[in-house]
């Protein structure tokens, strides 16, 4: 479910998305529960997920320095397939295996990107000391792409 929140003009102010699964969760007898437990009589079914269509996301890094000298990678990722790319999270690095740069400051993450469509996050790196190099995304039907950073 892709819920948007539009301002007066019809721009979206805010979006989310929420996977439904064909199973509620049943949280049982609530005589059944105790302090601190909680005995769930069934989950909800999630593994539809798993057998997503595998989607290749077009990944993208460019990086823009203010006077401050504040650093912000804008890391665009592209969706040209008919296939949703679900729970994609971009990591900014200072090496092409490296670890993530913290703390770090992104506007959005673990985001849904929908079929021929384009979503941009940006991070602010906090020191302008740290030299952020490459962008790795990773998704739940994607697989890991990491790209340089350009200028």
């Given at each position: 479910?892709?819920?948007?929140?539009?301002?007066?003009?019809?721009?979206v102010?805010?979006?989310?998305?929420?996977?439904?699964?064909?199973?509620?969760?049943?949280v049982?007898d609530?005589?059944?529960?105790?302090?601190?437990?909680?005995?769930q009589?069934?989950?909800a079914?999630?593994t539809?997920?798993?057998?997503?269509?595998?989607?290749?996301?077009?990944v993208?890094?460019?990086?823009?320095?203010?006077?401050?000298?504040?650093?912000?990678?804008?890391?665009?990722?592209?969706?040209?397939?008919?296939?949703?790319?679900?729970?994609e999270?971009?990591?900014v690095?200072?090496?092409?295996?490296?670890?993530?740069i913290?703390?770090?400051e992104?506007?959005?993450?673990?985001?849904?990107?929908?079929?021929?469509?384009?979503?941009?996050?940006d991070?602010?790196?906090?020191?302008?000391?740290?030299?952020a190099?490459?962008?790795?995304?990773?998704?739940?039907?994607t697989?890991?792409?990491?790209?340089?950073?350009?200028?």
């Open positions: 479910v892709r819920c948007e929140l539009l301002g007066s003009a019809g721009n102010l805010s979006e989310n998305v929420y996977w439904q699964s064909q199973r509620n969760d049943d049982g609530p005589a059944g529960d105790f302090a601190f437990q909680s005995n009589a069934s989950w079914d999630m539809a997920l798993n057998y997503m269509t595998r989607v290749p996301l077009d993208t890094a460019t990086r823009s320095t203010d006077g401050a000298g504040q650093n912000t990678v804008n890391v665009r990722l592209h969706n040209a397939t008919k296939q949703v790319a679900f729970f999270r971009a990591e690095t200072t090496d092409h295996d490296g670890d993530e913290l703390p770090i992104y506007s959005d993450n673990y985001v849904t990107v929908f079929p021929g469509e384009t979503v941009d996050l991070a602010v790196v906090p020191s302008p000391l740290v030299t190099n490459w962008v790795r995304v990773t998704g739940y039907n697989s890991a792409v990491t790209v340089p950073i350009t200028s």
